[in-house]
Structures are given as C-alpha cells and as structure tokens.
C-alpha cells in the first residue's frame, strides 16, 4: 500500500487462506498427504496436529481473484476466504477415508519452527462488496483432488522427492 500510494498507482491487493486442489506442489499438506498414502508411507502429522487453518478450492481462489481485478475498488484490500476452519488432523483423516486408510497411518512429528496456531480471515468484504462466495463444498472438492492426484502421477512423481516428502524437512 505505500508504495501504491507513493506513486500513485491503481491497485488491488488480495489476501488468501491455504490453497488446494490440483497441481498443488507435493510439500503442501494435502498433496503430500496423499502422495505419501499412495506410497504406503505414514502421515507425519507436524505437533497435535490441531493447528488451525481455513481452507479455500484453489478455482474458488481464482475466481475471488477474477470478481476483485473487474469489480473491485482501486487501492482497496480483499481477504478471500471459504469459512473452512478444521485442524490438520482432520484433513488428514478425511483424506485417509478418501482412500480407504485408517489412521493408523498417521505418525506424529515435532512442530515445524513458527507454526501458527490458527490461521483464518474474514471475507465479508468480499462478499458483500463484490458478491463473491465460494462455490465448491470442502469434501466435495477434497474429493476431486484426491482423484486429481490418483489420475495424474505422470505430473507428481518427478516432484515427489525423497526431500519433498520428509516428515521434517526443516531438517534436511
């Protein structure tokens, strides 16, 4: 923002919960969640697992982003979130019922250094300004992801590396 108002220039600034979906890099949780399941490797769970995050559809995203670059208001700041707030237990356990695995896959490993307790936004700017609300359920959309990556190993493999897919890679 002082940069946009030192030379006065026409923007909008966007601001996101996490991500998923397709083509997700696999050190992200959910893709690496099940990259590790497909490769019968435990789940390391960071902690409790019980850190908070609220969860967004990556197309959803987009489409925050698009209503925003038409409608939106020059030097104006728009959170964009989905209201998806669950533990990265939770994720993992729907994933794992995703693909039929019980939780016995899950290990847990210390806490990744700085890792928030709860992170979330309020998108109520959004949607009553500009109109935008998600359009894609959680599970519905964790759904499709998970077959995304079950159909299109041809893309994760080469990137699903040893050092990718460590418990702690904080550590390597």
Not at 61 to 66: D, L, S
Not at 96 to 123: F, I, N, Q
Request: proline share 5%; glycine share 4%; hydrophobic share 35%.
């Amino acid at each position: 923002m002082a940069y946009c108002k030192t030379y006065d220039l026409n923007i909008s600034i966007t601001r996101c919960t996490n991500n998923y979906g397709p083509y997700q890099f696999p050190d992200k949780l959910i893709p690496k969640t099940i990259v590790r399941v497909l490769r019968n490797l435990k789940v390391p769970v960071y902690g409790t697992g019980k850190n908070i995050r609220d969860w967004i559809y990556v197309q959803d995203h987009c489409e925050a982003i698009e209503r925003v670059l038409i409608k939106g208001k020059s030097n104006e700041i728009y959170n964009i979130s989905s209201g998806n707030e669950m533990s990265t237990i939770e994720i993992v356990k729907k994933i794992l019922a995703l693909l039929g695995k019980t939780d016995d896959m899950v290990v847990y490993v210390e806490d990744r250094p700085g890792h928030d307790a709860r992170y979330s936004m309020d998108s109520k700017k959004i949607r009553s300004k500009l109109n935008w609300k998600p359009k894609f359920s959680f599970m519905g959309a964790l759904e499709s992801t998970v077959n995304w990556y079950l159909s299109n190993e041809w893309w994760w493999r080469p990137l699903a590396t040893d050092k990718i897919l460590a418990p702690t890679p904080w550590k390597i």
